[in-house]
């Protein structure tokens, strides 16, 4: 299993933009499949979106795609979520996960067994 660590939250007025990262440590994400789920305060944790390995495939929750984009550097060992025109509602700790080696994408947390400690995006209206 990898370690990861997210960065790049922080607080945002509403229709502004971020830029979240998740580094892996301790083994490549080259061959993982890797997603970003949230937890809003009072809810469950929430799944954002997700990326396998393989170029091109991603997945995202409906509620946000097209706001919301995952990518990853496998040179730096490194997952980006890209979130754009956020909004109060995007309050929330967002969360990296990984699983591999494994080819398909994954929206379900409970399938993957790495997991971050969560950065906090606030976003004010």
């Known amino acids: 299993q990898v370690e990861l660590e997210e960065s790049g939250g922080g607080l945002v007025q509403a229709g502004g933009s971020l830029r979240l990262s998740c580094v892996a440590s301790g083994g490549t994400i080259s061959n993982q499949a890797m997603a970003w789920f949230r937890r809003i305060p009072g809810k469950g944790r929430e799944f954002v979106a997700a990326e396998s390995w393989i170029v091109g495939s991603t997945f995202y929750a409906s509620s946000l795609k097209g706001r919301f984009t995952i990518s990853r550097d496998n040179a730096k060992n490194t997952v980006y979520l890209e979130m754009v025109n956020l909004k109060p509602e995007d309050t929330a700790v967002y969360y990296c996960?990984?699983?591999?080696?494994?080819?398909?994408?994954?929206?379900?947390?409970?399938?993957?067994?790495?997991w971050g400690q969560g950065t906090q995006v606030t976003v004010s209206s």
């Open positions: 996960a990984a699983h591999g080696p494994h080819t398909m994408i994954l929206h379900v947390a409970d399938d993957y067994d790495s």
